[in-house]
């Protein structure tokens, strides 16, 4: 058994790249930056913060989201899968390079309302029996021998 998910939770450096591959197929691209806060040890030792960037991919409905509500700044909860691709750099002598992106699953908007109306569609995921669901309301509770007190 093996799993490959990703969750992270940032701000978005650049405003999504959105292209379309085919009539309907969009696809989006955009960094995500996480950052851990620095701390001071016991002995005095400041260790500043680190900030992690990831590349972040969106095909189909969420990156039509991408390309209408998520601009630089934005906060995000992202969830996906990790996956490198290689390419070759040819305006450096054909080096093959490497590439590790997150491939989302779900995307969440988190923070404030934009102004001056409704908020947008705070939530999207790829279709799954969780999130497709009816839920059912549970029986009605008999109330009848219930004690007085």
């Given at each position: ?26 696809v989006?691209?955009?960094?995500l ?33 991408a390309e ?8 995000l ?29 779900n ?43």
């Amino acid at each position: 058994m093996s799993v490959n998910k990703v969750i992270l939770i940032g701000n978005v450096g650049k405003d999504p790249e959105v292209r379309y591959v085919d009539k309907d197929v969009a696809v989006a691209n955009f960094t995500l930056a996480t950052t851990e806060r620095g701390y001071t040890t016991a002995s005095g030792q400041t260790v500043p913060d680190k900030t992690e960037w990831h590349n972040i991919v969106a095909w189909r409905g969420l990156a039509k989201v991408a390309e209408g509500y998520i601009r630089k700044g934005t906060s995000l909860y992202v969830e996906g899968k990790l996956r490198t691709r290689t390419w070759v750099d040819e305006k450096n002598g054909g080096i093959t390079r490497y590439t590790t992106e997150i491939y989302a699953d779900n995307i969440e908007l988190l923070g404030k309302k934009p102004e001056g109306g409704v908020a947008p569609l705070a939530t999207t995921s790829a279709p799954t029996a969780a999130n497709t669901a009816i839920e059912t309301p549970p029986p009605p509770v008999d109330d009848s021998n219930a004690f007085p007190f």
